[in-house]
């Protein structure tokens, strides 16, 4: 994806990821695969409407070439999302303290385009558990693939049965950052995600 990014792409991510809402969240209602004893997890977010007014090109992206890869991969029709507050949103961990949640996906097709690049062993890899079952970030280590970010890389998956989550990254002065895209198909459409996220997000339905 690197050919489709703008000149100083890299700067602007940094500005916006460094305005980046980062506290303990708590766990996600319905689609939290968190052991029972963590109620909240520490990372970063930067918000659909950051990401609009301070990335345009990338919410374009979303909207046109990276939907039309999205399409080229499935069997059936897919969209974007119609709903802004969650279409596209950047998630940022710091340190190493932060990473995010263990977790299944509502959306039947979800794109990550990484924006930073970590060495192997950094930290900060995309988890999923083969088995999908896996209820605690322990039980998806114990049979998982692994993805390591590179700037610039977008991949797709259906992630609403094999839990998943990202690593904490192992440096202090580290800084993961990846948009992370929601697409929707005919047989599943934008009207079945659970209700209770946009409560948990936004306060209402």
Known sequence: MASWLPEGWQHDIITVAARAECRAFPRTPVLSREAQEVARVPRGRVHADQVRRGLPWLYRLY???????AASISAEPVKPAADDRYGMVLNVQRGTEMRFE???DSNPLTGLLFLTDHA???GGELV?????DADSVAAVERDCVVIRPRAGYLTFFDGRRHPH???ALRSESDVRVVAVMNFYTESYPESTRPRELNRHLYGDD
């Open 102 to 104: 263990c977790h299944i």
């Open 165 to 167: 989550y990202a690593r």
């Open 63 to 69: 909207r046109a070439r990276i939907l039309e890869l």
């Open 120 to 122: 192997a062993d950094a």
């Open 128 to 132: 999923f558990a083969h088995d999908e």
